[in-house]
């Protein structure tokens, strides 16, 4: 992946636009108590599902941005990726809530809609089913189309990274031909 691409702009751009367009689009998870993919470490109700959070390339710059700290990095193909595995506390979270919700990476805001890809680089978009919430018309249609608008720009070897990433059960919604990306 090429930091200083053309496609790095445009993902920026996508990204704030993204971040703006959907900082009170909610799921429900306050009004039903539930902080199962929150990664509260200690609090016994947390990180039941074990989930890990992957930033996209460029994101964990925004966040720096806009909440004055960032994710620990790791180097995927010499290119730094915000980085949080299933079993290490969010340095966003207090006490089982999300301090910077609003300003939260997009792997965190589209739970429960989750992308993946097959081996051709389709994009297959999920909803995970341990979630006891079924996101509304709204929150899927928008995340599906955000992913879709994501999948465009991002470099597949994200996606194949992001692929591989162990995650809770998911069931597939969508699926757009590799063909699409042009
Ligand atoms: S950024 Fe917020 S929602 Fe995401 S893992 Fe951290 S506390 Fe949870
Ligand atoms: S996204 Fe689903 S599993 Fe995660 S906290 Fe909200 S309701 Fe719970």
Known sequence: MEEGSTRGGELSELLE???KSTESLELGCAEINCFMCAKGGNLSPCQRLKEAVVLLPWENQLIRSLNGRAFPEISLNGFSL?????????LFNKGGWCTVHGKHPIDCRSFPIVPSVNQRGDLIVSISIKCPIVP??????????????????VPLEWFFFYSEVP???????????VEERG
């Open 167 to 177: 995650t809770s059960p998911l069931k597939p919604i969508a699926l757009f031909k």
């Open 82 to 90: 915000g980085f949080l595995p299933p079993e290490e506390d969010c």
């Open 17 to 19: 636009e993204i971040y």
């Open 136 to 153: 509304s018309w709204k929150f899927t249609k928008t995340w599906v189309e955000n992913w879709r608008r994501i999948w465009k720009v």
